[in-house]
Structure formats: C-alpha cells, structure tokens
C-alpha cells in the first residue's frame, strides 16, 4: 500500500470519528458506555446524564420512626405523624478537555502491519469503518474512566493541581463519619471500625457496602487473607479477583485511591453527572505530520448522602 493511500485511509478514518464536532446521541452513549465500562469506580456510581449543565436531583426519607402504636378507629395524633425530610443535590458540571496528537508514521505503521479492516466501501466511496477508529477511541474512553475517577476521588478546590482543584471529590466531601488508623497497615480492625463508624440506619444491607482502598493496601490484605492456612486462604492466594469480603462488606481497590485513605459506602450513594453532548473534533496539522483528537465533556461528582460515607485516614 502506497504511503499516500495510508495517509488518505487514515484521514477518512479519523474523520469519521465525529461529523460536526458533537458526537450524534447514539455515538455519546457509545463513548460513555465505554467509560463505565473501564475497570474503575466509574462503572459503579449511579450515572445521571444531564441535558443542561445544572440539575436538581430530589432527595425524600425517614430519619426516625415513623410507627406507632394503633388503637382501635383513633387517628394518630399531629405530634405522632410522620413527615419526610426532603432535600436537593445540585449538579453543576465542569469542563474537562483531552488533546490527542497522532503523528502520521504512528498511523501509517499501524495500518501498514494490519490493514486494520479499514479498506473503503466496494465503489471506492463512502465512510470508512474500521477497527482502528474504534481503538482509538476505547483507548481515549479507557484513559478518560480513569481520569474522571481521580477527580471523582481526589478532586479539591484547594488543589495547586488545577485539574483537581475543578470540584470536590469524594474524600473531600466526605466528613461526616471519619476512622483514624493511627498509621497503622490495613487489616480487618480497620474495616470493622469503619463499619462501626456507619450510622445503624445504613448498616442493615452490609453486603452492599464496598471499602475502596489504594491498590497496594488492598495487595497488602489479600496477602494476611492469603496467609490464613484454610480454603479461604487458599483461594485468596490463588484468586486474581480485584474483590475481598471484610466482615460482611466487600472490599475493592482503586487505582487511584491515595495510598494512606479509603472509603465505605454503597457505591451508588456516589453520582456521576455527565451532559449528554460529548464533543469529539478532528484536525491535521500538515506541517507538523500529526492529526489532532480534542474531547471536551461536562462532569460533576456528589455523595448522594453524606451520612452513608465512612471515610478512612492515616492508613500506613
């Protein structure tokens, strides 16, 4: 294959990734699906997809009884009826954006080795579909899940980072409920205080709750499961599972958990805003030999409760 018609494969492939800029509505949910099926914490929140860049999201319980004794064709009295409490969670998303360069030879020797399924339509016209398009994008989308996760986790106001300092996070805003491990490793102590922390109310699904530590943490207690001389020891060892069981709660670990912090909740007590206009350009830099890939999207992170967070610190 000539380098010109490489050149003009590639084009016609990258092209096809957006028409207009904005991503047609069944590409977004493509692109997002993709997202929240990356292995992360992403994949796990309750996704909200907005319209508008603001959203109100209604929150209705019971934080008390709400039963009492009943007698016979009596009404309950004003004092012993129950109102619920309502509140609203405000989404307002921020602006993140990803500048992909593609210098020509990096495309012309992908094509060159594999073909990569991306020859033009029988007359010679038409888009091109291929498999290299829809790799690069996974691969944006993959990288994107794991970026969205750092600031969903780690994202503060008071960040000199100025990708973080967009929103705040999950540990930021988690405070309600906080378990000092006094520097001490990770181990089952720190998972049942946590859960002792936990408001009773919430405390009646345990299986539901998830602890999300660091990486290594979550290596450092497979290894003490690992090193217990029973079946579940064995399989703890032998398992390349990224899950554990912690008195009744599972535990995860997140790529980007900070190494000394962690988290307990039902995952979908954390939410994902996202507006529904994802946009996706594509442009070529001629003197430069490169082709240009910009993704622009509008996220927020919240704790749909506060009081269903336990946040963990000073873990060793």
Do not use: C, H
């Amino acid at each position: 294959m000539k380098n010109s018609q490489i050149i003009q494969k590639a084009d016609m492939t990258l092209a096809d990734l957006a028409s207009g800029g904005l991503l047609t509505p069944e590409q977004s949910a493509t692109f997002l699906r993709k997202m929240r099926t990356a292995p992360t914490i992403l994949n796990q929140m309750r996704t909200v997809v907005m319209s508008s860049p603001q959203r109100n999201i209604d929150k209705i319980g019971f934080g008390s009884r709400i039963l009492r004794p009943a007698v016979s064709a009596t009404a309950l009295s004003q004092a012993d009826r129950s109102k619920p409490t309502t509140e609203q969670i405000q989404l307002s998303t921020k602006e993140v954006i990803a500048e992909v360069r593609l210098p020509y030879d990096v495309i012309e020797d992908q094509i060159e080795q594999a073909n990569l399924n991306i020859n033009p339509n029988v007359n010679g016209s038409g888009p091109v579909q291929g498999s290299f398009k829809d790799t690069i994008m996974s691969m944006i989308a993959e990288r994107a899940a794991i970026d969205l996760e750092e600031l969903a986790i780690r994202g503060d106001t008071a960040s000199g980072d100025p990708y973080l300092a967009l929103l705040d996070g999950f540990l930021k805003a988690s405070s309600a409920n906080v378990v000092d491990a006094g520097a001490a490793p990770i181990s089952r102590t720190v998972f049942k205080n946590g859960i002792k922390a936990m408001p009773d109310e919430y405390k009646n699904q345990l299986s539901q709750l998830k602890n999300f530590i660091s990486m290594d943490n979550f290596t450092e207690y497979q290894d003490t499961r690992a090193n217990r001389e029973t079946a579940a020891g064995d399989a703890a060892n032998e398992s390349n599972t990224n899950l554990l069981w912690a008195l009744g709660t599972r535990v995860e670990g997140a790529a980007v958990m900070p190494a000394d912090s962690g988290l307990l909740t039902n995952p979908k007590n954390m939410i994902f805003g996202i507006q529904r206009n994802i946009s996706v350009e594509v442009d070529k830099i001629i003197t430069e030999r490169v082709f240009v890939i910009v993704l622009t999207a509008r996220v927020d992170f919240k704790i749909e409760e506060p009081d269903a967070v336990v946040k963990y610190i000073n873990i060793a």
